[in-house]
C-alpha cells in the first residue's frame, strides 16, 4: 500500500482550475520531487498531499485512510508524523523562537516536562544550526536564520514524512548544505520526503522520483534526473 495516494485530485480557488485531475503515489522511505515553473501548482498540489488544503474533488489516501475523514486521534496522529516546511517559514510574528519551537511541543507531548522541552528545544537548535537567542521574535531574525527555526519546528517530533516548499531559499551555501545533509541523513533512516524546489544543486543531492507540473497536470516523471 502506498503511503500517500492521490486519487483524480483537483483543486481551484477563485473560480481558477490550479489542479487538473492529478493521480499520483508516493511510497514509504520514497524522496518525490515536484517540479515546474511558478504558479504551474506544485506548492498547491504539496499543500494538498499534506493535508493543508482540500481538494475540490478526488481524494487523498494517507496509508489507505481519506486525510479529510480521518477521526480526531487518525487527524492527530498524522499531523504528528508529518511536517511542513514552508518557503516563507511560517513562524508565529507574536511568539518568540522559543514559543515557536515549544508549539509543537505542546499537543503531541503533553506529559513532557518543561525542562525536558527546553532540552529538546535546545538540542534541535544545534542541529540545524540557529545559535541566536531563543527569546528574540522572528522579526529579530534574517531570512536564513527563520528558515533554520522552521526546519527546528518541523524536526523537533521527529516526524516520518518531510513536506519542504523551496527549502533552501533564503539560507547562504554553508546553510543549505548542513540542511541538505541534515535531509540526507533523514532519507536514510528510511523517512518520506516531498519537494518543491527550484535549486539545482538541492535536486541533484536529493535525487528520487521526479515530476514536473504543468498548468495543474502532472507531465512527466523521471528517475535521479534534473
Known amino acids: 500500500m502506498s503511503l500517500f495516494y492521490a486519487d483524480d485530485v483537483k483543486f481551484s480557488s477563485r473560480n481558477k482550475q490550479i489542479i487538473n485531475g492529478i493521480t499520483l503515489s508516493v511510497e514509504r522511505g520514497s524522496v518525490i520531487g515536484l517540479l515546474g515553473q511558478s504558479g504551474s501548482g506544485k506548492s498547491t498540489l504539496l499543500k494538498l498531499l499534506s493535508g493543508i488544503l482540500v481538494p475540490s474533488a478526488g481524494k487523498i489516501l494517507y496509508d489507505g485512510i481519506d486525510i479529510q475523514l480521518m477521526s480526531n486521534v487518525q487527524n492527530k496522529m498524522f499531523r504528528r508524523k508529518c511536517s511542513f516546511v514552508f518557503q516563507d517559514s511560517a513562524l508565529w510574528a507574536n ?17 513532557m516536562s518543561q525542562k525536558d522541552r527546553l ?108
Do not use: W
Not at 522559543?98 to 511541543?105: E, G
Not at 531563543?134 to 527563520?146: F, I, K
Not at 519542504?164 to 531559499?169: A, H, K, N, Y
Open 95 to 111: 511568539q518568540d523562537i522559543q514559543q515557536n519551537l515549544n508549539l509543537p511541543l505542546q499537543p503531541h507531548n503533553p506529559l
Open 119 to 226: 532540552d529538546a528545544i535546545h538540542e534541535i537548535c544545534n542541529i540545524v544550526g540557529y545559535t541566536r537567542p531563543l527569546n528574540l521574535r522572528p522579526v529579530d531574525l534574517s531570512a536564513g536564520e527563520q528558515k533554520k527555526v522552521a526546519f527546528a519546528r518541523a524536526l523537533i517530533n521527529k516526524p516520518d514524512v518531510l513536506f519542504l516548499d523551496e527549502c533552501t531559499e533564503s539560507l547562504d551555501r554553508k546553510g543549505a548544505a548542513l540542511i541538505i545533509k541534515l535531509l540526507l541523513d533523514f532519507k536514510e533512516k528510511g523517512n518520506t520526503i516531498i519537494y518543491v524546489s527550484h535549486n539545482s544543486t538541492f535536486i541533484s543531492e536529493m535525487q528520487g522520483t521526479l515530476y514536473e507540473i504543468e498548468d495543474g497536470f502532472l507531465k512527466t516523471e523521471g528517475k535521479d534526473e534534473i
